[in-house]
């Protein structure tokens, strides 16, 4: 009998934010094929009955390469398993869970999809960042800045106004800011890039869009990072801001908006 591929979205890493759901999916796992960015210290507690396989993708290091973590999928499945691809954030936000549904449809494997949280919203709420804010910012854009962007990409960003958040950003950012400069960004936009959310070495470096490249040289900042482009960078806080400076905060944004 034919087993059954679940994509498991882990969320940004801490383990309580994963769902029900992926607790549930986990519970009742054969195997589980996760990532490096995915909850996984526990995960002999969460899926005790699975075997693990780390296909976990580190920057410039070995990974298992896409194609074969189909493969491994289906063919687990195929096995009579059920199947947990445990992933970071969100399955379908530049994470590659299209390919492996599709992958699962080709080979007739029952799949289904859970969905996660997504570090492209989670990870500037921990550092006390809005992606929008009534008044500041309606929207948000997310982007990945893996391969840098084409100038009309960037010409539309800046056009759009609101909230830009980039993942994967951190060894394209001298081109990006460049380029939403290039096309007329203000230069004293405010960026923030949040280091490793969720964890003890969470870090939040805040610049401008003209300084940003250099500030964060200086802090000799790493992935993974998501960067927050946009006004409401000014809204920052680690926890401990009252109340007040807050809304001192949000008041004087609106003073300098107009
Ligand atoms: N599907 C994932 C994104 C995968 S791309 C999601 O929805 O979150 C991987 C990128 O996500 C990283 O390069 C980084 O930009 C971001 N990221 C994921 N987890 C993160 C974390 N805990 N802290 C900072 N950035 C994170």
Redesign the pocket.
């Known amino acids: 009998m034919t087993g059954s591929v679940t994509l498991v979205?882990g969320g940004?890493?801490r383990e309580d934010l994963l769902t029900l759901a992926a607790v549930r999916a986990l519970r009742y796992a054969d195997v589980v094929l996760y990532d490096r960015?995915a909850p996984h210290d526990r995960l002999d507690e969460l899926a005790p009955g699975a075997q693990l396989i780390d296909v976990g993708k580190s920057p410039g290091h070995h990974a298992t390469p896409q194609h074969e973590i189909e493969r491994m999928l289906v063919e687990h499945a195929l096995a009579g398993e059920r199947v947990v691809r445990l992933?970071?954030?969100?399955?379908y936000?530049?994470?590659r869970?299209g390919e492996e549904v599709l992958a699962c449809h080709r080979a007739g494997v029952p799949v289904e999809v859970v969905p996660?949280v997504?570090?492209?919203i989670s990870?500037p709420a921990a550092a006390g960042i809005p992606l929008t804010h009534r008044g500041i910012s309606h929207l948000f854009t997310v982007v990945?800045?893996h391969a840098p962007l084409s100038q009309s990409e960037l010409e539309h960003l800046a056009g759009l106004g609101g909230t830009i958040v980039?993942?994967?950003?951190?060894n394209t950012l001298p081109s990006l800011t460049a380029g939403l400069a290039r096309a007329g960004m203000a230069e004293r936009m405010p960026v923030a890039i949040?280091?490793?959310?969720?964890?003890a070495g969470?870090r939040t470096t805040v610049g401008e869009l003209a300084d940003i490249v250099t500030t964060a040289g200086r802090a000799r900042v790493s992935?993974?990072?998501?960067v927050v482009i946009g006004e409401v960078v000014r809204l920052a806080h680690d926890g401990d801001a009252s109340a007040g400076e807050l809304m001192d905060r949000a008041a004087g944004f609106a003073a300098v908006a107009g």
Do not use: C, F, H, N
């Open positions: 979205g940004p890493g960015l992933k970071g954030g969100d399955p936000v530049l994470g869970g996660g997504t570090s492209a990870v990945s800045g980039v993942l994967m950003g951190v949040i280091e490793r959310g969720y964890s969470q992935s993974p990072a998501v």
